[in-house]
């Protein structure tokens, strides 16, 4: 059998003299071009593919890989893939994709193993099948745990991610997220954030990530140099920030600084955000205007001040090279061409594969890229390096062994693995112990036996799922619910007149991109319409149902900070972080962790330990 690329660069001691020269470096075994090294520095999107494209999109989900796309991956050695929910339909199919691809790669002139990655942050950023696979209520939730737990749950949640990503055949997760939430206002990170406190942060960050690389999956640190203190998501827009440098390292890059001195990672994950302090350079956009170049595309902040002030030696990768922070100022192949100007070794999602009109797009791209390094716009010495870091990687996490494994054999075991009791045991635990209580009396949330019960919540599966954990917990439970979807005001002003306890629920802020997948479901999500009812008419029910003399209790699905607002309405509030629902495969039944820890603590069955991890004024 042909022997990788990596057994002999890294193995046989050779990488340094692979990368130290020019780009038609020979080594024993393998002819290394220029081309194949900047291939290796692309991880490609290949979500969606339709062979013959009928409609204007291609929203077909590539769930088994189609001979094309085999084919564009052994030709041009390319770097890695990343996969999104549309591609992981359950743990079978998964596995054999997953085996597919990187047989794809085994057949390349170079047989180099692919980064195979996903966002797999637990909690609202999750891509695997919840039913199937071990999601838990995510970093916020975490954070809440902190006080009384520790880095426990941290620890926990990443093992168990990590060996479940790891049977399915992935090797690289984009997680933990280790930004620092200091705005109310952020409306992609919130509770993809641990902490506003930049020492919990990096405690429970360093957690995780030593977890996840103990379990063999690489971990991504994100977003540097910090997207915590933004009112703006870079799916949408380019986010500035302009903390001083006293800030800067404290706040946004501190948890990365105290990782760093005891356990780096394999990766990190820059973002699409203007840091004037750090590099206050401009650039063109392909509109004409002058901006700041954001972080991703400064060498300033990815080489000079990430490589040379903090000392990172690892693999710099970049975010979604589709999100509008950066595809909204620059072409495709200046985004790329100014990506590896600044030294950062992936670029990720810059390339899209949605039909066979897009099967050449990989080659055009690598042209041009051949083109700016042999004309001194890129460093060929910098592509060596990177070259030589992912290679490295790739080797110290053995990625090759995916090339051998038998399909059936993995299936066997991930039928052992993923979800398997002890891990939704976990995540049950996860789900009570960050419950918290953040006003009124402990004896406030409690519901009791016979009491009748209104609910509001936001949409149809949380009211079944929330009614049934009550029901389970709480003998002789009359419930009733409004869903904020298709909401009837006469409807629910009667259930609300006829109830003893009110307890309504909001999520808050909106769905970000990240959470639905990327910029491709932001897209499709444009045209959909329906009657909601908006935070004002929530407000103004349990208002109502406060001057009724009802007891009111009102329930943060996200972040806590709405509850400055609704705790004017309630007798009590409680946060909870998550509310995310699957139905199980064989009883059907709706489950959502988050929802039955909640319900624990509304029977009075669990105290409500959590602490809110960031500030709620006004409390």
Do not use: W
Request: hydrophobic share 40%; glycine share 6%.
């Amino acid at each position: 059998m042909k022997k990788s690329i990596i057994h002999s660069l890294v193995v046989a001691g050779l990488a340094t003299a692979a990368v130290a020269g020019c780009s038609n470096t020979v080594n024993e075994e393998s002819r290394v071009t220029l081309r194949d090294k900047l291939a290796q520095k692309l991880i490609i999107d290949m979500r969606y593919y339709c062979p013959v494209l009928t409609e204007k999109y291609c929203r077909t989900p590539m769930t088994v890989l189609h001979p094309d796309l085999a084919k564009v991956i052994t030709e041009s050695n390319l770097g890695g893939i990343i996969l999104f929910a549309d591609n992981l339909e359950n743990a079978e199919q998964t596995i054999k994709l997953t085996h597919d691809l990187q047989q794809a790669a085994k057949a390349s002139s170079l047989g180099i193993p692919l980064f195979i990655t996903v966002d797999q942050e637990g909690g609202r950023v999750f891509r695997t099948a919840r039913h199937e696979t071990t999601a838990f209520t995510g970093n916020m939730a975490i954070g809440a745990t902190y006080a009384d737990r520790g880095t426990y749950f941290a620890e926990k949640s990443a093992e168990v991610i990590a060996k479940e990503l790891k049977v399915l055949g992935f090797n690289v997760n984009h997680a933990p997220n280790i930004d620092v939430n200091s705005n109310p206002k952020n409306p992609v990170i919130n509770v993809r954030s641990y902490s506003e406190n930049p020492d919990v942060v990096a405690a429970l960050g360093q957690a995780q990530i030593d977890a996840f690389q103990r379990n063999g999956i690489i971990g991504t640190l994100k977003h540097f140099p910090g997207h915590g203190d933004t009112s703006t998501d870079s799916h949408v827009g380019l986010p500035r920030v302009d903390h001083d440098m006293e800030t800067i390292h404290r706040l946004d890059v501190g948890p990365y600084k105290d990782i760093f001195k005891k356990n780096a990672p394999g990766m990190i994950m820059t973002t699409h955000i203007q840091y004037p302090t750090l590099d206050s350079s401009t650039y063109t956009s392909k509109d004409g205007k002058t901006i700041i170049k954001p972080a991703t595309m400064s060498r300033a902040i990815m080489t000079d001040f990430l490589r040379g002030e903090l000392g990172y030696e690892g693999v710099v990768i970049t975010d979604a090279m589709d999100m509008a922070g950066i595809s909204k100022f620059f072409a495709k192949d200046e985004a790329i061409i100014n990506v590896f100007r600044a030294g950062v070794d992936i670029s990720e999602m810059g390339i899209k594969i949605r039909s066979a009109e897009d099967l050449d797009n990989l080659n055009i791209m690598l042209d041009k890229l051949v083109a700016a390094v042999e004309s001194g716009r890129i460093s060929e010495q910098d592509i060596d390096d990177s070259f030589k870091r992912i290679q490295k990687l790739k080797k110290e996490y053995n990625i090759i062994e995916e090339f051998d494994y038998s399909v059936e054999d993995r299936i066997a075991k991930a039928k052992k693995v993923i979800g398997n009791s002890e891990h939704r045991k976990i995540e049950a635990e996860l789900s009570v112990a960050a419950v918290t209580q953040v006003t009124g009396k402990p004896q406030d949330v409690v519901i009791n036996k016979g009491e009748k019960v209104h609910l509001i919540m936001p949409d149809t599966s949380k009211c079944v799922a929330i009614e049934s954990s009550l029901k389970d917990a709480i003998d002789d439970l009359q419930v009733t619910c409004t869903s904020a979807l298709g909401f009837d005001e006469a409807k629910s002003l009667a259930q609300i007149a006829a109830a003893d306890v009110v307890l309504g629920a909001h999520i808050s802020p909106r769905q970000s991109a990240v959470e639905m997948g990327g910029m491709d479901d932001l897209k499709a999500n444009k045209a959909r319409s329906l009657k909601v009812a908006g935070v004002e008419v929530i407000y103004a029910l349990l208002e109502k149902a406060k001057q009724d003399d009802k007891r009111v209790i009102f329930v943060s699905l996200r972040t806590p900070y709405e509850i400055e607002h609704f705790s004017k309405v309630a007798d009590a509030t409680l946060a909870t972080y998550s509310y995310n629902t699957y139905r199980e495969a064989v009883t059907e039944k709706l489950r959502s962790p988050a929802l039955e820890g909640l319900a624990k603590v509304l029977a009075g069955k669990a105290p409500a330990k959590g602490v809110s991890p960031v500030t709620v004024k006004g409390v």
